[in-house]
Structure formats: C-alpha cells, structure tokens
C-alpha cells in the first residue's frame, strides 16, 4: 500500500472533503473507545474513494464524522473551506441537506411517496429549483424513466438503491457518502450500483466517499483508504479485488 504523502491538498486543489488530526473518542476513563485516533485524510473532488479496514477500525465513525452526522472530539472536518467542527446544529443541518448527498444500505425512500418525489425532496425541502435537465440525465443514465409513478414498495431493491442514488446525486452535493450501498442488494444489482458510482465520478465530476467491507466492491473505487485501529493504514491507487484482499489480510494478520 501507497502511503499518502499530501493528506488534505489534492492535485487540483483544496480537497472536496477532508479529516484533518481528527480523533473521535465514545464514553470516558475506563471503558472510553477511541474510534478515531488522529486520522488526516483529504478526498478529491470527482474520485471515488472506498474507505477500508477491518471490523472495529473506525471506518463507518470517519464517514459519520465527515459527513456531519458525528461530532469529532478534536481536530477538524473541512467541507471545501468550511470546518464543520466549529458551525452550529442550525448550519450542519443545512451543510447535511445542500451539500452533502446520501446513499444508505436501507435505501431510506420515503414510502407513501413516487420515485419521482423521492429523487426531488431534498430539493423541495430545501426550497430549491430542479434542474430538468439534470434530472432527465440522471433519470436516463439510472434508467429510471419507466418507474418514476412507481412506490418504494412496487420497486426491486436494485431499483429503488438506484432511486436513492438519483436523490443523492440531483442536488449536485458537493460530495455523496454511500454507507454499504450494495448491502442489501444481490450480486447482479450491487454490481449495477458500484457502476453507476464509479460513472457519477468519471461522467458526471461527482465526489463519492464509501464505506464498505468488500473488496469486490471497493475494486470500483479509484482509490481505496484503509483503517486499522482508528488510524490510517495506508492506501491502494486503482485497487483490483487481489490487492484489496492482500492489504485487508496484511492489517488484520498486523503486519
């Protein structure tokens, strides 16, 4: 594994989401955890990014603290040029919703709503105008154009993660965190999600940021972070499953 040597500074720029000496510690004395133990790591805009590391190395607690959904006990989350440490619930509830976009294992679609409504409520909570023709590409590249009428519950799980992904991507967030996406998908449409991950970085410029513990998975990544023990272990540029794999191994045989 390639160490990385420039942690918060990307090649074009300030990155689009970083860590910088983040530690994040649950409960105190005797029985405290320490989740995170100083972790800087920046993450490009328009990459996608797998984070990595075996049961316990912190890997879900850094996307949480990330994405503003954890507060870090010390150090910094920079979103672009805004320290999300230092803002208010008021103004991270309002980062969450402009400019941060979500893709869960769980799919989190609002039932009694059409796919059509679900892909536009961040929007329409937001008091935002749609960009049609965005949408429409979305629609066509996800190929949703014939279940926009439909409900979550008259939708294969495949569908309705590909409903999720058009809600996370319609905004245009500044980066979309995906939590296990393919979790609760079979092989065939957990393969059609990761694609279409790995196609909003490369076509569409999007950032994507996730969290998985599956090599095949994080092979679509352009990039694979990994964690041991809530610190970085290093990093995998272009990852094939084989490599994950040896790295995975490597980390929990300690080497």
């Known amino acids: 594994m390639q160490r990385q040597s420039s942690p918060v500074t990307e090649r074009d720029g300030l990155a689009a989401v970083a860590a910088v000496d983040l530690v994040k510690v649950y409960g105190s004395g005797d029985t405290a955890v320490r989740a995170l133990d100083g972790v800087t790591v920046g993450f490009e805009r328009g990459r996608f990014t797998a984070i990595m590391g075996p049961s316990g190395s912190g890997k879900s607690t850094l996307m949480h603290c990330l994405a503003g959904l954890d507060t870090a006990t010390s150090g910094q989350v920079l979103l672009g040029g805004t320290d999300l440490t230092k803002q208010p619930d008021k103004v991270l509830t309002k980062a969450r919703r402009e400019r941060i976009g979500f893709v869960f294992q769980s799919f989190n679609l609002l039932p009694q709503l059409t796919a059509a409504a679900n892909i536009t409520l961040p929007l329409d909570l937001a008091g935002r105008k749609v960009d049609t023709e965005f949408q429409d590409r979305l629609i066509t590249t996800l190929g949703l154009a014939g279940r926009l009428g439909h409900r979550p519950a008259e939708l294969s799980g495949g ?97």
């Open 159 to 255: 569908q309705q993660q590909r409903v999720a992904l058009a809600r996370a991507l319609v905004s245009r967030p500044e980066v979309v965190f995906a939590d296990e996406p393919t979790g609760n998908l079979d092989s065939r449409s957990g393969a059609e999600v990761l694609a279409l991950l790995r196609d909003s970085a490369r076509n569409l410029g999007q950032t994507i940021v996730m969290v998985t513990h599956d090599p095949g998975a994080a092979a679509y990544a352009d990039r694979v972070v990994m964690l041991a023990d809530g610190r970085l272990a290093g990093e995998i540029h272009d990852p094939d499953i084989a490599a994950v794999t040896d790295a995975l191994q490597s980390l929990a045989a300690g080497r």
